[in-house]
């Protein structure tokens, strides 16, 4: 049996974001996927993301270590499920790099980047464990603080211009 791609949408643990971008679905995955860009809009003030790592592939690491105005310091490492270049990206906080067991896990992250006229339909969803992750989230202030970031993610990636490249593979270098 293949796991489904996307798993089935479940409100009870579920958290979710959906907004049209005015910005490329290849621009908004660069500020995704490329450390220095995320670093720029990831989480709001006068939080600040001092820094990041991001290899994404599966087994990829993505890892944040956010700080806060009175010196709060949340550390995020992560690991890469599925990378799609420029459409879509799965995260998780239950696995680290190489997808090695970290032992707990919190959420974990399915963002889609979906053409649509001039810009992209972004969506954003956090899957929990339970009903009480999920309100953990949710009072943490998921929906405005995604909220805040996504209007960040939007003004970082319209700053970007157009490469003249195309996305790198989304496989770790040899």
């Given at each position: ?76 490492p992560g690991c ?95």
């Amino acid at each position: 049996m293949v796991a489904a791609p996307h798993p089935v949408p479940d409100p009870e643990r579920d958290l979710f974001l959906d907004a049209h971008l005015d910005a490329r679905p290849e621009a908004l995955w660069r500020a995704w996927t490329e450390a220095e860009l995320l670093r720029r809009w990831f989480c709001p003030p006068p939080w600040r993301v001092s820094a990041a790592v991001i290899e994404p592939w599966p087994g990829g690491r993505f890892e944040t270590v956010m700080e806060g105005p009175a010196g709060e310091r949340h550390e995020g490492p992560g690991c890469v499920l599925h990378a799609e270049p420029a459409r879509r990206l799965v995260l998780t906080d239950a696995l680290g790099a190489g997808f090695r067991p970290t032992g707990s896990g919190f959420a974990t992250i399915a963002l889609s980047f979906t053409p649509e006229g001039r810009g992209t339909r972004y969506r954003a969803r956090a899957l929990h464990a339970d009903a009480e992750a999920r309100a953990r989230h949710e009072a943490m202030g998921f929906h405005e603080g995604w909220g805040v970031a996504t209007r960040q993610l939007e003004a970082t990636a319209r700053s970007l211009p157009p490469r003249d490249s195309p996305l790198p593979s989304p496989t770790p270098p040899a």
